[in-house]
Antibody, heavy 124, light 107 residues
């Protein structure tokens, strides 16, 4: 059974940095594109970033481009999100999520497995 | 950016009733639309991908339809476990976007 476990969240001051990690198990991590999705308190889902299975291609929401960096270590089965220049509006639960590509396709960008989330709070 | 508008915002129904949720895209997303269910304090769960394909383990009472700009998620007979918030998501173009959600609440 595929499982994802996020860590690294916490309280940080505006302008600060955090690095989130997502440890994967139960599936061949290196075969699957991955993504980060966040949810501000009491709000809906917002896609943040995505990365291909081999890490060669990444995409970002406009709201985080230039401040956040997604990466992965396929030897350690771990996904990362480096978050710099944090703002109050980045406060949210951050979920990592596994892509669900149909047979024969490299990606579908529809997420069939999610972690439990890690809370990031940006406040002075 | 493709904007997804879900309606209604809240749907008040009783167990056993049929639920019909709508997701409208600001431009065509072809058939590249997914539906998720989220319960309080839990991560989202994929229900439907590419408009009409049920994800692994999803009961047959959940079905999706539509293409282009208009999509529907139907729950044929509401189970008590189905009261939750439902989100649509498009993957037709970057950035990926989610709708604002429809809450299905017990009447």
């Amino acid at each position: 059974e595929a499982q994802l476990l996020e860590s690294g969240g916490g309280l940080v001051q505006p302008g600060g940095s955090l690095r989130l990690s997502c440890s994967a198990s139960g599936f061949t991590f290196s075969n699957y594109p991955m993504g980060w999705v966040r949810q501000a308190p009491g709000k809906g889902l917002e896609w943040v970033s995505a990365i291909t299975a081999d890490g060669s291609s990444t995409n970002y929401a406009d709201s985080v481009r230039g401040r956040f960096t997604i990466s992965r270590d396929n030897f350690r089965n771990t996904l990362f999100l480096q978050m710099n220049s944090l703002r109050a509006e980045d406060t949210a639960v951050y979920y990592c999520a596994k892509d669900n590509p149909p047979p024969g396709y490299a990606s579908s960008w529809q997420f069939d497995c999610w972690g439990q989330g890690t809370l990031v709070t940006v406040s002075s | 950016e493709i904007v997804l508008t879900q309606s209604p915002a809240t749907l008040s129904l009783s167990p056993g009733e049929r639920a019909t949720l709508s997701c409208r895209a600001s431009q065509s997303v072809r058939g590249y639309l997914a539906w998720y269910q989220q319960k309080p304090g839990q991560a989202p769960r994929l229900l439907i991908y590419d408009s009409s394909n049920r994800a692994t383990g999803i009961p047959a009472r959940f079905s999706g339809s539509g293409s282009g700009t208009d999509f529907t998620l139907t729950i044929s007979s509401l189970d008590p476990d189905d009261f939750a918030i439902y989100y649509c998501q498009q993957r037709s173009s970057w950035p990926l976007t989610f709708g604002g959600g429809t809450e299905v609440e017990i009447k």
